[in-house]
Every structure is written in C-alpha cells, then in structure tokens.
Nanobody, 115 residues
C-alpha cells in the first residue's frame, strides 16, 4: 500500500507564489511516476504536472512557464513550485503516484488565489 500526504496549500493573492509538497510512504518502487492534478469546484480533475523518476516532466499548457515540478527520489517526495498564481489556479490539488499499473492519490490540499 502507498500513502501520500500533501502540504503547502493556502490562500494567496494573485501574482503570488506557493510551494506544495507531497511525501509518499509504503511500498514505493523505482521507476514510478509522481505528479499533481487539480480539481476546481464543479469541474473534473485535471493534470497539472508529472515527473518521472528520471526527471522527465510534463506540464499542462495552462501552467507551463509558471509552475515547476521537482522530486527527491531519496525521500520519495514531489514538489510543485507555483509562481504568478492566477484566480483560475484556485482548486484542490491532489498528489499522484503511479507504479506497477496502480494509481494512488493524496487527500488533496486547497489552494485559493484571491484577486
């Protein structure tokens, strides 16, 4: 089993920055994919960014150039640095880990961007 615990959400003004962290524990295997998804009220859960264990990254068009995903493989932790935040970034952000055909999710952390 895998557990994911997020931290770092909160309230920030438009144009500001936040850094999310997610620590994974349990049966973690090498070669996994970690990342972040988000879900705004009344909308589906969408990809924000993912990163492979080798450091390969993928970003949603809406965040490319503003958000940066990184990870510490030794600590099974993934980070999301969010800069130039916009009101449209308001959502619950979920940590994701995929390995061996299984998908795992954190409980989510709220990010609210005010104007």
């Amino acid at each position: 089993q895998v557990q994911l615990v997020e931290s770092g959400g909160g309230l920030v003004q438009a144009g500001g920055s936040l850094r999310l962290s997610c620590s994974a524990s349990g049966s973690i295997f090498r070669g996994n994919l970690m990342g972040w998804y988000r879900q705004a009220p009344g909308k589906q859960r969408d990809l924000v960014a993912t990163i492979t264990s080798g450091g390969g990254t993928n970003y949603a068009d809406s965040v490319r150039g503003r958000f940066t995903i990184s990870r510490d493989n030794a600590k099974n932790t993934v980070f999301l640095q969010m800069n130039s935040l916009e009101r449209e970034d308001t959502a619950v952000y979920y940590c994701y880990l995929g390995q061996l055909g299984s998908n795992y999710w954190g409980q989510g952390t709220q990010v609210i961007v005010s104007s």
